[in-house]
């Protein structure tokens, strides 16, 4: 069975940083592409951001260029969300994704994790 669990929100200052981890289990991990997604309050859902295991491409939104950084690692099917100088606008339930082959976050994901709250104070 596939599962997807991620971790590592919490609270932070503006201007902070969290580590966001999602884990995998019950597909083959070199295969898939991750993606990191969020949901603020009366927000539709947003891409943040997507890794491919297959080629080593990766996507971020406009929105988080420059603070955000994604890694994964094999050995752990593991995908991580380094999230740096926070702002109060990057508050959201974050999820991570997963689907075969390519990363673009603008494309359909067909497996999902529980999410994880990230809580940004001004």
């Known amino acids: 069975e596939v599962q997807l669990q991620a971790s590592g929100g919490g609270l932070v200052q503006a201007g902070g940083s969290l580590r966001l981890s999602c884990t995998a289990s019950?597909?083959?991990?070199?295969?898939?592409?991750i993606g990191w997604f969020r949901q603020a309050p009366g927000k539709g859902r947003e891409g943040v951001s997507c890794?491919?295991?297959?080629?080593?491409?990766?996507d971020y939104a406009d929105s988080v260029k420059g603070r955000f950084t994604i890694s994964s690692d094999n050995a752990k099917n593991t995908v991580y969300l380094q999230m740096n100088s926070l702002k109060p606008e990057d508050t959201a339930v974050y999820y991570c994704?997963?689907?075969?082959?390519?990363?673009?976050?603008?494309?359909?994901?067909?497996?999902w994790g529980q999410g994880t709250q990230v809580t940004v104070s001004s």
């Open positions: 994704a997963a689907r075969r082959l390519a990363c673009p976050i603008r494309i359909q994901y067909d497996y």
């Open positions: 019950g597909f083959t991990f070199g295969y898939y592409a």
């Open positions: 890794i491919s295991n297959t080629d080593g491409s990766i």
